[in-house]
């Protein structure tokens, strides 16, 4: 924090004071010429005034105007991650005015859960406890603090922040003993260095972990943590755990958010869109499957089959990640199911060529098969390099556009290859193929 960093650099001049948020008091007034130098040194975008014995702190307005400017921008990308990681829930996240963002979230009539991961900061900070402490008027309030743990449990803990929370590259749900859900996190290499240290030096002490000043557990150290790994455990239910697991991967935002106005808008003004959405995606399944029917007859009919089964397919995967179907996804389908057929159209004209240069039917459709696949994952490898770009570039109705795009691709190989090749040994008498 700005005010221990003054507070530390003042005293290392030998100029006592007193810093409580944006005012220090200086103990002797002849110091203020020198402290000035000194705070404008740490951050010369500081204005400093000057009120009897004490120097009031504020930022310069253009400094302050680009900061909340990045703050808004911050929070902008750690909402995004919050409540769509992967881009399928089409979440809209927006800046208005200076310092006001506006989230739109399709699809959602309760919006509990929402505010709840909206309103907490998520700013997950590691201390050491404060063992030496044995009534609360010993407590030493420069360098230890009492928190509180979500039962009303009061905790000495030293202000100091070991660890700090931006440095876990991973937090997911796991399961304990009774089957208790607790969170397991993970630091990257610099900070697991350090807790490896700090465990070392502090086997037998008790080893806070704080979340947004409430405390979530204080383990006791038992022995030396090597591999940058931990749990927090705690009266957790998995969804509390699963919530508390996606703030910490999502990180902590710069400013807390305050929620001033919610909506609840019904689905009529995009309805007929959605429709118009769904309309062209089955009538480009309809015409796609037509289309393969005249040209390849029998074998067309076994490939609109799969057709059909890779829009389930797709459908169904896009469920189990509660992906909100909205136009971009829409679109993703339509797509998919045009290039889909692709796959079929490479493996028949391989077959006809087989059959051309005079190879028994059965062995036509073998080698047909064997050589198309080289072509055709070539083709859609390329396709899901640019899918993956745009998931990592882009943002919210485009990440979801790149990742339908992705999963339909995935399933349209499934499907022509080994769906198709499957129906076509099942149904069809190889005599009776006939490619014109």
Do not use: W
Not at 46 to 68: A, F, G, M, Q, V
Request: net charge positive; hydrophobic share 45%.
């Amino acid at each position: 924090m700005l005010a221990n960093e003054i507070k530390e650099t003042l005293l290392t001049k030998n100029i006592e004071s007193n810093v409580q948020n944006s005012v220090i008091t200086l103990n002797n007034i002849d110091d203020y010429k020198k402290a000035s130098v000194l705070i404008n040194a740490i951050n010369p975008n500081l204005e400093l005034n000057r009120k009897d014995s004490s120097i009031l702190i504020s930022y310069k307005p253009h400094y302050k105007n680009s900061l909340i400017s990045e703050v808004a921008a911050e929070s902008i990308n750690n909402v995004q991650r919050r409540l769509d990681k992967l881009g399928t829930k089409e979440v809209s996240v927006q800046k208005q005015g200076q310092n006001k963002i506006l989230v739109q979230v399709p699809g959602v009539e309760d919006t509990k859960q929402i505010k709840s991961l909206l309103g907490k900061t998520a700013k997950l900070a590691f201390h050491l406890a404060n063992t030496n402490i044995a009534k609360v008027q010993d407590i030493d309030h420069e360098t230890t603090v009492m928190l509180k743990d979500s039962l009303g449990n009061s905790y000495p803990i030293f202000r100091k922040t070991e660890i700090g929370g931006d440095s876990l590259v991973n937090a997911s749900v796991r399961f304990g003993h009774l089957g208790k859900p607790t969170v397991h996190f993970k630091f990257d290499s610099i900070a697991s260095k350090r807790f490896a240290k700090i465990t070392k030096e502090n086997v037998g002490k008790p080893f806070a972990i704080v979340l947004d000043n409430t405390v979530l557990t204080v383990p006791t150290i038992r022995e030396p943590i090597l591999n940058g790994e931990g749990e927090i455990s705690g009266n957790f239910t998995e969804k509390q755990a699963s919530e508390l697991a996606i703030l910490l991967k999502s990180g902590a935002l710069p400013a807390p958010l305050k929620i001033i106005e919610e909506k609840n808008i019904g689905p009529s003004l995009g309805e007929e869109s959605i429709k118009a959405g769904e309309m062209a995606a089955t009538i480009s399944i309809i015409a796609v499957a037509l289309f393969i029917i005249i040209t390849y007859g029998k074998l067309g009919v076994l490939a609109s089959v799969a057709l059909f089964s890779n829009v389930v397919l797709i459908l169904s995967i896009l469920t189990l990640l509660e992906a909100t179907l909205t136009l971009p996804g829409i679109a993703g389908i339509a797509l998919t199911v045009g290039m889909a057929v692709d796959a079929n159209v490479l493996i028949f004209e391989r077959i006809r060529e087989e059959i051309k240069s005079g190879k028994r039917v059965e062995r036509a459709i073998e080698e047909g098969f064997k050589n198309a696949i080289k072509t055709i994952l070539d083709s859609n490898i390329t396709t899901l390099i640019a899918a993956g770009i745009m998931f990592i570039i882009g943002s919210g109705a485009i990440r979801g556009f790149s990742v339908t795009l992705s999963i339909g691709i995935l399933c349209s190989m499934f499907s022509a290859i080994t769906v198709t090749k499957l129906l076509i040994e099942l149904c069809m008498n190889p005599k009776e193929l006939v490619l014109c």
